[in-house]
């Protein structure tokens, strides 16, 4: 019996990546701009503190309009008890823990340190792909 594929193998690589310092509204573009639901936040070391997600920006965007002004950080916002999934999770396990979650996407690690990010679709793809 082979091995089962890893998510190292359909996650995405070339990540947009924030900081716990940026200002929010600078965050909030470049989700949009990229067109993604979440980004990870890293501090200076390249340490995955955090994630940003829509959502969050869009009680940042609320506080925003009630109070006229934009002014927090990144660090306001972001969710900072990030699930991660390990690169060498296999499929499957990938699929139980998107079940067993409302996480639209999951940072990837390895060795400690943020290699990609997964989503729904990413993984949905390599399942279709892999048992047709």
């Not at 396990?93 to 690690?109: D, G």
């Amino acid at each position: 019996m082979s091995a089962r594929p890893r998510i190292r193998n359909y996650m995405s690589r070339d990540l947009v990546t924030l900081t716990p310092d940026m200002e929010i509204n600078r965050a909030m573009h470049l989700l949009i701009d990229h067109r993604i639901s979440g980004a990870p936040v890293l501090d200076r070391t390249g340490n995955l503190v955090g994630v940003l997600s829509k959502k969050d920006c869009l009680k940042a965007a609320l506080h925003a309009s009630y109070y006229r002004e934009w002014g927090d950080k990144v660090e306001s916002y972001m969710s900072k008890d990030v699930q991660t999934l390990d690169a060498e999770l296999d499929l499957i396990e990938a699929a139980e823990a998107f079940l067993a979650s409302s996480f639209r996407r999951f940072p990837v690690m390895s060795e400690g340190r943020l290699v990609g990010q997964i989503s729904r679709s990413d993984l949905l793809a390599a399942l279709a792909g892999n048992w047709r």
